[in-house]
Protein backbone atom coordinates (compact mmCIF):
# COMPACT_ATOMS: atom_id res chain seq x y z
CA UNK A 1 0.00 0.00 0.00
CA UNK A 2 1.14 3.50 -1.22
CA UNK A 3 2.02 5.87 1.32
CA UNK A 4 1.20 9.57 1.86
CA UNK A 5 2.96 11.36 -1.21
CA UNK A 6 3.83 14.78 -0.89
CA UNK A 7 5.75 16.61 -3.92
CA UNK A 8 8.16 18.51 -4.33
CA UNK A 9 10.15 17.17 -1.90
CA UNK A 10 12.41 20.25 -1.87
CA UNK A 11 11.70 24.11 -3.06
CA UNK A 12 13.66 27.03 -2.75
CA UNK A 13 12.23 30.44 -3.61
CA UNK A 14 12.69 34.46 -2.82
CA UNK A 15 10.55 35.48 -0.34
CA UNK A 16 7.79 37.60 -1.63
CA UNK A 17 7.22 34.65 -4.26
CA UNK A 18 4.16 31.85 -4.64
CA UNK A 19 4.92 28.42 -3.77
CA UNK A 20 2.50 25.28 -3.89
CA UNK A 21 3.06 22.40 -1.97
CA UNK A 22 0.75 18.58 -2.54
CA UNK A 23 -0.44 16.22 -0.80
CA UNK A 24 -2.11 12.47 -1.92
CA UNK A 25 -2.97 10.84 1.27
CA UNK A 26 -3.52 6.98 2.09
CA UNK A 27 -6.08 5.99 -0.49
CA UNK A 28 -9.81 5.65 2.25
CA UNK A 29 -8.10 7.96 4.57
CA UNK A 30 -11.01 10.72 5.56
CA UNK A 31 -8.76 13.14 7.74
CA UNK A 32 -5.87 14.97 6.68
CA UNK A 33 -3.37 16.81 8.62
CA UNK A 34 -0.78 20.25 7.06
CA UNK A 35 1.93 20.39 9.49
CA UNK A 36 4.74 22.69 9.70
CA UNK A 37 7.88 21.56 11.34
CA UNK A 38 10.84 23.98 11.77
CA UNK A 39 14.00 22.72 12.48
CA UNK A 40 14.82 21.43 15.92
CA UNK A 41 11.25 21.01 16.46
CA UNK A 42 8.22 19.12 16.28
CA UNK A 43 5.32 19.58 14.00
CA UNK A 44 2.71 22.23 14.65
CA UNK A 45 -1.01 21.61 13.24
CA UNK A 46 -1.71 24.12 10.19
CA UNK A 47 -5.25 23.05 9.49
CA UNK A 48 -7.11 19.44 9.73
CA UNK A 49 -9.61 18.77 7.07
CA UNK A 50 -12.25 15.83 7.35
CA UNK A 51 -13.83 15.13 4.35
CA UNK A 52 -13.54 17.91 2.21
CA UNK A 53 -14.21 20.00 5.32
CA UNK A 54 -11.51 22.19 7.08
CA UNK A 55 -12.83 21.14 10.78
CA UNK A 56 -9.41 23.34 12.66
CA UNK A 57 -7.77 26.04 10.88
CA UNK A 58 -6.78 28.15 13.69
CA UNK A 59 -3.32 27.78 13.13
CA UNK A 60 -3.47 28.84 9.82
CA UNK A 61 -2.10 32.20 9.37
CA UNK A 62 -4.59 33.02 6.65
CA UNK A 63 -2.85 36.56 5.57
CA UNK A 64 -1.00 34.62 3.21
CA UNK A 65 -1.75 30.50 3.51
CA UNK A 66 -4.67 29.20 2.10
CA UNK A 67 -5.45 25.66 1.58
CA UNK A 68 -8.08 23.54 -0.37
CA UNK A 69 -8.69 19.61 -0.41
CA UNK A 70 -10.91 19.20 -3.68
CA UNK A 71 -12.94 15.75 -3.67
CA UNK A 72 -12.07 14.60 -0.64
CA UNK A 73 -9.08 13.62 -1.68
CA UNK A 74 -6.02 15.43 -2.75
CA UNK A 75 -4.43 18.61 -1.15
CA UNK A 76 -3.23 21.78 -1.91
CA UNK A 77 -1.24 24.37 0.66
CA UNK A 78 -0.65 27.71 -0.06
CA UNK A 79 2.02 30.18 0.68
CA UNK A 80 1.56 33.73 -1.03
CA UNK A 81 3.50 35.05 -0.46
CA UNK A 82 6.43 33.50 0.88
CA UNK A 83 8.50 35.13 4.19
CA UNK A 84 12.00 34.22 5.38
CA UNK A 85 10.27 33.47 8.32
CA UNK A 86 8.50 30.89 6.45
CA UNK A 87 11.61 28.11 5.88
CA UNK A 88 10.69 25.21 7.10
CA UNK A 89 9.43 21.42 6.69
CA UNK A 90 5.74 20.78 5.71
CA UNK A 91 4.56 17.92 6.65
CA UNK A 92 0.80 16.24 5.19
CA UNK A 93 -0.41 13.26 7.41
CA UNK A 94 -3.59 11.40 6.66
CA UNK A 95 -6.07 9.12 9.39
CA UNK A 96 -8.97 6.97 8.78
CA UNK A 97 -11.26 8.61 11.89
CA UNK A 98 -13.70 5.89 13.12
CA UNK A 99 -13.60 5.62 16.72
CA UNK A 100 -10.83 4.62 19.20
CA UNK A 101 -7.30 5.48 18.34
CA UNK A 102 -6.63 7.53 15.26
CA UNK A 103 -3.06 6.83 13.63
CA UNK A 104 -1.82 9.36 11.76
CA UNK A 105 0.30 8.57 8.55
CA UNK A 106 3.11 11.05 7.54
CA UNK A 107 4.43 11.99 4.30
CA UNK A 108 8.11 12.83 3.81
CA UNK A 109 7.65 16.35 3.86
CA UNK A 110 7.92 19.36 1.60
CA UNK A 111 11.71 21.03 2.37
CA UNK A 112 10.87 24.83 1.88
CA UNK A 113 13.89 27.39 2.15
CA UNK A 114 12.92 30.94 1.27
CA UNK A 115 16.25 33.16 0.32
CA UNK B 1 6.04 27.55 28.70
CA UNK B 2 5.00 24.89 26.13
CA UNK B 3 2.98 22.79 26.89
CA UNK B 4 4.80 19.51 26.26
CA UNK B 5 8.50 19.82 27.19
CA UNK B 6 11.28 17.32 26.14
CA UNK B 7 15.17 17.19 26.07
CA UNK B 8 16.58 17.80 22.61
CA UNK B 9 19.36 16.36 23.06
CA UNK B 10 21.32 14.67 21.32
CA UNK B 11 21.99 11.52 23.44
CA UNK B 12 24.82 9.69 22.45
CA UNK B 13 24.67 5.54 24.12
CA UNK B 14 26.77 2.82 23.05
CA UNK B 15 25.35 -0.07 21.15
CA UNK B 16 23.76 -2.55 23.04
CA UNK B 17 22.12 0.08 25.75
CA UNK B 18 19.20 0.87 27.69
CA UNK B 19 17.54 4.46 26.46
CA UNK B 20 15.04 6.47 28.48
CA UNK B 21 13.46 9.51 26.13
CA UNK B 22 11.05 11.92 28.87
CA UNK B 23 8.58 14.44 28.14
CA UNK B 24 6.64 16.08 30.80
CA UNK B 25 3.57 18.11 29.84
CA UNK B 26 1.11 20.43 31.53
CA UNK B 27 -2.20 20.48 30.12
CA UNK B 28 -4.03 17.49 32.22
CA UNK B 29 -6.92 17.07 29.48
CA UNK B 30 -4.12 14.55 27.63
CA UNK B 31 -5.16 11.46 27.82
CA UNK B 32 -3.74 9.82 24.62
CA UNK B 33 0.18 9.37 24.72
CA UNK B 34 2.31 9.05 21.47
CA UNK B 35 5.57 8.50 20.53
CA UNK B 36 6.82 8.49 16.96
CA UNK B 37 10.49 8.08 15.13
CA UNK B 38 11.08 10.25 12.54
CA UNK B 39 15.32 9.78 10.87
CA UNK B 40 16.61 12.17 8.73
CA UNK B 41 14.64 13.66 6.08
CA UNK B 42 11.52 11.77 6.62
CA UNK B 43 8.47 12.05 7.87
CA UNK B 44 7.37 10.84 11.57
CA UNK B 45 6.46 7.11 11.88
CA UNK B 46 4.67 5.90 15.16
CA UNK B 47 6.18 3.76 17.60
CA UNK B 48 3.60 3.85 20.50
CA UNK B 49 0.45 4.32 21.48
CA UNK B 50 -0.50 4.47 25.27
CA UNK B 51 -4.33 5.83 26.75
CA UNK B 52 -4.08 6.85 30.01
CA UNK B 53 -1.81 5.77 32.50
CA UNK B 54 0.39 2.69 32.44
CA UNK B 55 3.26 0.43 30.13
CA UNK B 56 2.81 -0.60 26.89
CA UNK B 57 5.54 -3.16 25.70
CA UNK B 58 6.09 -4.39 22.32
CA UNK B 59 9.34 -5.72 21.56
CA UNK B 60 12.44 -3.49 22.71
CA UNK B 61 10.60 -0.59 23.13
CA UNK B 62 8.44 0.37 26.36
CA UNK B 63 6.15 2.82 26.93
CA UNK B 64 5.35 4.22 29.97
CA UNK B 65 2.33 6.91 31.33
CA UNK B 66 2.63 8.73 34.69
CA UNK B 67 -0.27 11.40 34.56
CA UNK B 68 -0.16 11.91 38.23
CA UNK B 69 3.28 13.62 37.32
CA UNK B 70 2.83 14.27 33.99
CA UNK B 71 5.39 12.41 32.97
CA UNK B 72 5.71 10.01 29.90
CA UNK B 73 8.94 7.60 28.88
CA UNK B 74 10.35 5.68 26.20
CA UNK B 75 12.54 3.04 27.06
CA UNK B 76 14.53 1.42 24.35
CA UNK B 77 16.29 -1.95 25.18
CA UNK B 78 19.19 -3.49 23.03
CA UNK B 79 19.54 -0.29 21.03
CA UNK B 80 20.81 -0.70 17.91
CA UNK B 81 22.64 1.76 15.18
CA UNK B 82 19.69 1.58 13.21
CA UNK B 83 17.45 3.09 16.72
CA UNK B 84 19.40 6.52 15.68
CA UNK B 85 16.70 9.01 14.93
CA UNK B 86 14.86 11.96 16.28
CA UNK B 87 12.13 10.55 18.91
CA UNK B 88 8.78 12.92 19.08
CA UNK B 89 6.46 12.61 21.83
CA UNK B 90 2.70 13.29 21.32
CA UNK B 91 -0.52 13.81 23.34
CA UNK B 92 -3.71 14.24 22.30
CA UNK B 93 -6.97 14.56 24.33
CA UNK B 94 -9.29 12.94 21.38
CA UNK B 95 -7.92 9.96 20.61
CA UNK B 96 -5.24 11.12 18.37
CA UNK B 97 -6.72 13.66 16.19
CA UNK B 98 -5.24 16.55 17.47
CA UNK B 99 -1.71 15.92 18.56
CA UNK B 100 0.41 18.39 20.22
CA UNK B 101 4.06 17.40 19.66
CA UNK B 102 7.42 17.92 21.75
CA UNK B 103 10.36 19.13 20.19
CA UNK B 104 12.14 15.69 20.10
CA UNK B 105 15.14 14.28 21.32
CA UNK B 106 17.78 13.42 18.37
CA UNK B 107 19.30 9.82 19.42
CA UNK B 108 22.75 8.54 18.39
CA UNK B 109 23.69 4.93 18.59
CA UNK B 110 26.80 4.40 18.38
CA UNK B 111 28.16 0.77 17.36
Known amino acids: EAGVVQSPRYKIIEKKQPVAFWCNPI?????LYWYRQNLGQGPELLIR????????DSQLPKDRFSAERLKGVDSTLKIQPAELGDSAVYLC?????????????FGPGTRLTVL | QKEVEQDPGPLSVPEGAIVSLNCTYS??????FMWYRQYSRKGPELLMY????GNKEDGRFTAQVDKSSKYISLFIRDSQPSDSATYLC???????????FGGGTRLMVKP
Open chain 2, 50 to 53: TYSS
Open chain 1, 49 to 56: YENEEAVD
Open chain 2, 27 to 32: NSAFQY
Open chain 1, 93 to 105: ASSLIGGGANEQF
Open chain 2, 90 to 100: AMSSDAGNMLT
Open chain 1, 27 to 31: SGHNT
